[in-house]
């Protein structure tokens, strides 16, 4: 695409004049001047944007388009189905088949409910933590920054691995030390798992969120809140009242990404799954799409589960943000 | 992220296709082997050591859904499957919807069938094709601790109904002791015990599947184990977990319910039970008409893919038709597997050290149960997704959320997808 576009911008300037245009630069008149300038600068952003094209195109825009001519093809069969099949296009049924399985829908669920645990918990614990941070109140602010982000840096399988070993009942030192005070948790229990799984994503990204918020706090200008502490604030105040509204787009942000990142989800309960039958093995839409692909050996279903996924996590990228755009317009 | 999952499909897909096929020109044809048997190795090698015209290049793969299944289903896609894979009962008519096996009655020899116990054979067979010949049949018995049975004074149960007497009795003179098990982990476990009250989850009428997890039979036996688990009468625990092998070793449970290759495995779980433990035969509906459901069992099928059919299925008529072999993978240690072919039954009782239940001849039950198992039981297109949809199910209901009927309720509603789908026709009720 970008090749193309540069090829385009080379052919529409002949050789010889591409000579007196660079000498036009030193004495030429003025208006060529700035015409050359355009085309160069076209060059220039052509050459820059046309790396991410490709890489679009190659990672995205083309499985993409895969995945829905594979949803619309099904190795299909009659009656009973021994020994007659053929791949042959079969339209929306694969569609069909994934809106009408209960399994599918309940994996919303789980990440509905997985949502209204982790966002509130994930914003206010970063937040407080990037509040912290940039009031100053905490010495050695590097070292408490980058000992807050270390976890992001362990892989997500690496954290539910860790995590997973200390639920454990048997194995756990947490577990045993707690049954020592007379408490018996079942982290993996029917009530625990789900807050379970959760803790291990805010664990992974709690830090990363917070350097997200202290970004956005140490972008206000300190006259703004220099202004508030004259007017006799207190930082608890200034924090409510002067900061928090200013880094409201940034929550918005944090907001969008958990969303994205729970529909995303499958690491963490993929682990649980191998030994805690709670977790089921179509727990989340991803594992559903896994599932079906790979377990059942059903590609059609697994591109039409895929593709309704991308459209659901558009639809709420979307709505998510003309809700915090409206927002804006209100103030 | 999206696109990076779809990415990774079609990358999967050409790389699978890469892969050769090695076939010599010259000297003993070679066949591939896949197979999670613990075993297999020992009977390759005999079958190699005692064979010149064909050699088996044999791969163990791991077990259950996320090893070997897939893998088999992911190298036949790719048209590399392996000429002979072993195949449990369960799986197989999704193995014969897909086209990965074969039809094998071209290479079946006149007069081979009958070799095979008809129960057996009925659940490799589907529209009067045999599709593979099963290794062994595991008839459902139920072993318990005969010391413990004495010490409480209890008698062995013969009826559910006795069963569930016997639970309470038991747990009234030991109140830490419970009479079983329930495995919300063993997939398998419900669905014989329904097969042995004469459930038929699946069936085929009129070229339609007939789809029915909540049948009248069904409905009985989850409702019995219902009651069980809610008058904690029996133990939860999955299977071969170390809770269940704790219990078992402690002596606070004090039996199960299991196929006869368990009987192996016990040996293994329990090694200073030894003299202990013995086997009888499962609790009856209906005394005056015994009936028998099987959990676990294995067959062999020659896949689709395969170059070297008819030297494929030598090596397969080879291995569950022939003493040799069966000595062979009983060599590998502890084995009660019990024969689908009769006459090689009393090779394995000879095998097996019967001083472990204090010289019962165990053999004898299990040929006894396996001559009542349940005709007409059929297994359905997508067994292990449905299973595992069941299993999720279970555990819910043994952690108090849901029952054992809306599990099974709620696999039959996961599977129903599966099956439109891919343009069969079904009949759900």
Redesign the interface.
């Given at each position: 695409m970008s090749t193309a576009v540069s090829s385009d911008a080379a052919a529409a300037r002949p050789p010889d004049r591409t000579g007196t245009a660079a000498a036009g630069a030193h004495g030429g008149r003025r208006s060529r001047r700035a015409r050359t300038t355009r085309r160069q600068q076209r060059t220039a952003a052509a050459l820059l944007i046309g790396p991410f094209g490709i890489l679009m195109a190659l990672v995205f825009l083309v499985p993409l388009v895969y995945a829905i001519v594979l949803s619309l093809f099904t190795v299909d069969h009659h009656g009973l189905g021994f020994g007659n099949g053929h791949t042959v296009f079969t339209g929306l049924r694969s569609y069909a088949a994934v809106l009408t399985d209960p399994t599918f829908a309940s994996g919303f669920g789980v990440i509905g409910l997985f949502l209204v645990i982790e966002v509130p918990v994930l914003v206010i614990v970063s937040l407080g933590l990037a509040l912290l941070l940039d009031s100053g109140m905490v010495r050695l602010r590097r070292t408490a920054q980058l000992f807050l982000f270390l976890p992001h840096a362990v892989p997500g399988i690496i954290a539910a691995l860790i995590w997973f070993y200390l639920y454990t009942p048997g194995v756990s030192p947490v577990v045993r030390a707690l049954s020592g005070t007379g408490l018996s948790v079942d982290f993996l229990g029917i009530h625990l798992v789900l807050p379970s799984l959760v803790n291990v994503v805010l664990w992974n990204g709690l830090g990363y969120n917070m350097v997200i918020f202290y970004a956005a706090l140490q972008a206000i200008p300190r006259e703004v809140i220099e202004a508030s502490v004259l007017d006799g604030a207190s930082a608890w105040r200034t924090a409510l009242r002067v900061k928090i509204p200013m880094v409201r787009a940034t929550v918005v942000l944090v907001v969008m990404f958990a969303v994205i990142a729970a529909l995303q989800l499958y690491t963490e309960p993929t682990l649980f799954n191998q030994t805690d039958a709670l977790v089921s093995s179509r727990y989340t839409p991803n594992m559903y799409i896994y599932d079906a692909a790979f377990d059942r050996q059903n590609y059609g279903l697994s591109s039409a589960a895929a593709v309704i996924l991308l459209v659901v996590s558009c639809v709420l990228s979307y709505a998510v943000t003309r809700w915090s755009n409206r927002g804006e317009d209100r103030k | 992220?999206?696109?990076?999952?779809?990415?990774a499909?079609?990358l999967l897909l050409t790389a699978c296709g890469g892969a050769a096929d090695s076939v010599r020109a010259h000297g003993p044809v070679h066949i591939t082997f896949w197979s999670a048997l613990r075993g297999s190795q020992q009977v390759v090698d005999e079958f190699n050591r005692t064979h010149s015209d064909v050699k088996v290049d044999f791969e163990q793969i791991p077990s259950g859904?996320?090893g070997g299944?897939?893998k088999l289903?992911?190298a036949a896609?790719a048209g590399n499957a392996p000429d002979v894979a072993t195949i449990e009962y369960p799986e197989l008519p999704?193995y014969?919807?897909?086209?990965v096996a074969r039809?094998l009655d071209p290479l079946i020899p006149a007069g081979t069938k009958e070799k095979f116990q008809p129960a057996a054979l009925d659940l490799t067979s589907?529209?009067g094709?045999t599709y593979s010949l099963p290794l062994d049949i595991e008839p459902m018995v139920f072993y318990y601790r005969k010391d413990l049975f004495a010490k409480y004074h209890l008698t062995v149960p013969t009826t559910w109904a006795g069963f569930r007497a016997t639970a309470e009795q038991l747990r009234k003179a030991a109140p830490k002791a419970r009479l079983a098990s329930f495995f919300?982990?063993q997939m398998g476990e419900i669905a014989g015990l329904s097969w042995q009250a004469g459930a038929q989850w699946f069936g085929?009428a009129h070229?339609?599947?007939q789809l029915s997890m909540d049948d009248a039979p069904t409905r009985r036996v989850a409702g019995y184990w219902q009651r069980l688990l809610d008058r904690d009468l029996v133990r939860v625990e999955?299977q071969s977990s170390?809770q269940w092998t704790a219990g078992i070793q402690s002596g606070d449970t004090v039996g199960y319910i299991d196929g006869a290759w368990a009987a192996g495995a016990l040996m293994k779980s329990d090694p200073p039970g030894k003299g202990r433990w013995a086997v009888a035969p499962l609790p009856q509906w209906d005394p005056a008409h015994p009936a028998d459901g099987t959990e676990g069992g294995s067959t062999f099928t020659v896949t689709k893919d395969s170059r070297h059919p008819r030297q494929a299925m030598e090596f397969i008529l080879w291995q569950t038709t022939d003493p040799d072999a069966l000595k062979a993978r009983l060599s590998s240690g502890t084995s009660s597997a019990f024969p689908a072919v009769p006459a090689l039954v009393p090779v394995a009782q000879h095998a097996m050290d019967d001083s472990y239940f204090g010289g019962q001849d165990i053999y004898a039950q299990f040929q006894r149960s396996a001559a009542t198992v349940r005709p007409q039981w059929m297994w359905g297109?997508?067994m292990?997704?449905t299973l595992?949809?069941v299993?999720?199910g279970?555990?819910?209901a043994a952690?108090?959320?849901g029952t054992i009927e809306s599990a099974l309720r709620?696999g039959q509603?996961?599977t129903?997808?599966?099956l439109?789908?891919?343009?069969?026709?079904v009949d759900s009720h």
């Open positions: - | 992220m999206l696109g990076v999952l779809g990415a499909l079609a859904a996320s299944y897939t289903s992911n896609r999704g014969v919807i897909d086209g039809d589907f529209g094709h919300p982990n085929t070229d339609t599947w999955g170390q297109p997508r292990l997704a595992s949809q299993q999720t279970l555990a819910r952690a108090g959320s709620a509603a996961a129903l997808p599966d439109t789908s891919v343009g069969l026709s």
